[in-house]
């Protein structure tokens, strides 16, 4: 079983049009983040939820909208695709009781490109 | 603000050899935690190892062991026996409460 699974792995859309990447995790952690990789293999956070709050929302532009439907799920919605969107997105999930440092699992990412 | 900083973008070593990763970070945070994580053209991301702030013994796992200088605020990595399937980029993590930022990156080419 994948601990963190995010789908669709491969996504190409064109500018304009709204696109969505789920994730799930079923290790029972209680955060879950949205990471953007762009070309250059920068990795960087653009949100975090905890027990389904939102507790880290970076300068994302409002276009990016997540959902946390319950704290195993994650879902990243974006609205009129552009150009510099074209990035991986990896999901990740984190334990943050006391006796786990912390770890982050990261799913596979989501290949996006947007022509 | 917290920062990581990796300054070497591209290192390369030839197999069975070692080869050190530099990280340097910087935090007004007392509890953290550092991690370096690799990522193979497969593109997943694997935790390579870990290192809490409290513990002044170096981390190790296997070929890979850190040397944490909390007060230089530097935390390398040392691949020892380098293998051909070491070759990825290598992130340096810093995570507080529920934070975590990454480095810019090494990319490790280990040749034969």
């Known amino acids: 079983d994948t601990a963190v699974s995010q789908t669709p792995k491969y996504l190409v859309t064109q500018m304009g049009n709204d696109k969505s990447i789920k994730c799930e995790q079923n290790l029972g952690h209680d955060t879950m983040y949205w990471y953007k990789q762009d070309s250059k293999k920068f990795l960087k956070i653009m949100f975090s939820y905890n027990n389904k709050e939102l507790i880290i929302n970076e300068t994302v532009p409002n276009r990016f909208s997540p959902k946390s439907p319950d704290k195993a799920h994650l879902n990243l919605h974006i609205n009129s695709l552009e150009l510099g969107d074209s990035a991986v997105y990896f999901c990740?999930?984190?334990?943050?009781?006391?006796?786990?440092?912390?770890?982050?699992?990261f799913g596979e990412g989501s290949r996006l490109t947007v022509l | 603000a917290q920062t990581v900083t990796q300054s070497q973008p591209e290192m390369s070593v030839q197999e069975a050899e070692t080869v050190t990763l530099s990280c340097t970070y910087d935090t007004s945070e007392n509890n953290y935690y550092l991690f370096w994580y690799k990522q193979p053209p497969s593109r997943q991301m694997i935790l390579v190892i870990r290192q809490e702030a409290y513990k002044q013994q170096n981390a190790t796992e296997n070929r890979f062991s850190v040397n944490f200088q909390k007060a230089a605020k530097s935390f390398s990595l040392k691949i020892s026996d380098s293998q051909l399937g070491d070759t990825a980029m290598y992130f340096c993590?810093?995570?507080?409460?529920?934070?975590?930022?990454f480095g810019t990156g090494t990319r490790l080419k280990v040749l034969a």
């Open positions: 990740a999930s984190s334990s943050d009781r006391e006796w786990n440092t912390g770890e982050l699992f």
């Open positions: 993590a810093l995570k507080w409460a529920y934070k975590y930022i």
